[in-house]
């Protein structure tokens, strides 16, 4: 097992507040990370904050690929029990919550519920008291709180992002992880060269 020197990204996010362009270099590398897992057919499934790993040099690693599936896969042999969830709930996309098969559209809800959390400081979807039920029910028929209520200076190429990421319909998603890259470097350019 490979050895890095950092922290977390959810350590990093209790502790400060993410620039717009670290936040961009941060989601192209869990992109591009993720892009090379679905090459191989790996969905993750578990994408957030504690499983992305920030080395002291700003690279990305992504970490326990404990409950990934591979796209083939029919079921999930020996791993779970029926009507068990899979991961973890604030970061499933509505067909994980749901119990169905996933594919890399999952994978993008996920990164999408992450930068919205970088952006934001907070989750999309998170009913008060951490209520397990009701995070369920918003996440599959609820709407999240939009960005720009959160935080009205979130440039709107990022908050376009976030909405293409986070459709209920998979098929509304990205359709691969190295488009959503593709979009997340030209928003950080784009930011670079209008500010």
Known sequence: MPFFE??????ILA????????????AIQ?????????????????????????THDGTVKLLDFGIAKWQ???????????????GTVNYMAPEQVRGQAVGAAADCWSLGVVLYEMLSGRLPFEAERHDLVRTVS?????????LADVRPDVPEMLVELVSRAL?????????TMTAF???LRRARYDLHHNN
């Open 167 to 175: 459709q209920k319909d998979p098929s509304k998603r990205y359709k």
């Open 15 to 26: 502790r400060e507040h993410l620039s717009y362009d670290q936040t961009c270099d941060y």
């Open 30 to 54: 869990i992109a591009k990370g993720l892009a090379q897992a679905h090459a191989h057919n790996i969905i993750h499934r578990d994408i957030k904050p504690g499983n992305v790993f920030v």
């Open 138 to 146: 918003s996440i599959v028929r609820g709407q999240y709180i939009p």
């Open 6 to 11: 950092g922290e977390t990204l959810e350590d």
């Open 72 to 86: 083939g896969q029919a079921i999930d042999t020996n791993l779970t029990q029926p009507g068990t969830l899979l």
């Open 181 to 183: 890259a593709h979009d």
